[in-house]
T-cell receptor
Framework: EAGVTQSPTHLIKTRGQQVTLRCSPI?????VYWYQQALGLGLQFLLW???????NRGNFPPRFSGRQFPNYSSELNVNALELEDSALYLC???????????FGPGTRLLVL | DAKTTQPPSMDCAEGRAANLPCNHS???????VYWYRQIHSQGPQYIIH?????ETNEMASLIITEDRKSSTLILPHATLRDTAVYYC????WGLGGTSYGKLTFGQGTILTVHP
C-alpha cells in the first residue's frame, strides 16, 4: 500500500513569491495534517483538514492556507514568502480524525 | 495535551536493547502515549502507541507504568538504522479544543546506535 506522497520534493523560491505544496493521503484516509519543521524550531502543527473542512489551525499567519479536495488530497499555499518560511513541510494523514497520523517524506522549501 | 520530558540524547550498542524513557506526569485519562522517530531529514515514522497496557509490535515494545506518568520505548535489538530522533507524544482522543487533531512534538531523544 502506498504511503503519503508529497510534491515537489524540493523547491526554491524568492521572497514575496507564492508557493503551493501538494499532498496525497494514504488510500482510505480522510484526514490530512500539515506541519512545518524549520531549522532549530522543531515540528510545528500548521493545519488539519477533515472531510474537506479546516478543523484546526496552528499559530501561523493567514498567509498560510490550504484546502482539501473531494478525493481527500490537499494543498498548502504560502503567500508572500519570507526567508523564515524556509523549512521542511510535512503532510500526514489518518484514517479518521482520531486515528494515528502517518507522515509523508516532506517538501523542502528554500526561500532566498 | 500533556507535556512530555525526554533525555536529549542516548547511546546504544548495536544488537543491544535500546530503552528510551519518557516522563508524562500530567497525563490525563483520555490521553494516549505515541512514539514516532525521525531519521535525518525524513518524515516522522510512527512506531507504536498505547493507553495503559503494554504494547508490542514488529518494531518495538511500549511499557507504560501503572500510574501512567512515564513510559519506556524498547527497541529489542538495535541496529545502525535505528539511529534517529525519537519523539514521545501524549495525545488526547477527545473532541474539540485547540489541541484537537494535532501532534505536539518536543525536542525528542537523539538515539545513536554504535557498531
Amino acid at each position: 500500500e502506498a504511503g503519503v506522497t508529497q510534491s515537489p520534493t524540493h523547491l526554491i523560491k524568492t521572497r514575496g513569491q507564492q508557493v503551493t505544496l501538494r499532498c496525497s493521503p494514504i488510500s482510505g484516509h480522510t484526514s490530512v495534517y500539515w506541519y512545518q519543521q524549520a531549522l532549530g524550531l522543531g515540528l510545528q502543527f500548521l493545519l488539519w483538514y477533515d472531510e474537506g473542512e479546516e478543523r484546526n489551525r496552528g499559530n501561523f499567519p493567514p498567509r498560510f492556507s490550504g484546502r482539501q479536495f473531494p478525493n481527500y488530497s490537499s494543498e498548502l499555499n504560502v503567500n508572500a514568502l519570507e526567508l523564515e518560511d524556509s523549512a521542511l513541510y510535512l503532510c500526514a494523514s489518518s484514517l479518521d480524525r482520531a486515528e494515528t497520523q502517518y507522515f509523508g517524506p516532506g517538501t523542502r522549501l528554500l526561500v532566498l | 495535551d500533556a507535556k512530555t520530558t525526554q533525555p536529549p540524547s542516548m547511546d546504544c550498542a548495536e544488537g543491544r536493547a535500546a530503552n528510551l524513557p519518557c516522563n508524562h506526569s500530567t497525563i490525563s485519562g483520555n490521553e494516549y502515549v505515541y512514539w514516532y522517530r525521525q531519521i535525518h531529514s525524513q518524515g516522522p515514522q510512527y512506531i507504536i502507541h498505547g493507553l495503559k497496557n503494554n504494547e508490542t509490535n514488529e518494531m518495538a515494545s511500549l511499557i507504560i507504568t501503572e500510574d501512567r506518568k512515564s513510559s519506556t520505548l524498547i527497541l529489542p535489538h538495535a541496529t545502525l538504522r535505528d539511529t534517529a530522533v525519537y519523539y514521545c507524544i501524549v495525545r488526547a482522543w477527545g473532541l474539540g479544543g485547540t489541541s484537537y487533531g494535532k501532534l505536539t512534538f518536543g525536542q525528542g531523544t537523539i538515539l545513536t546506535v554504535h557498531p
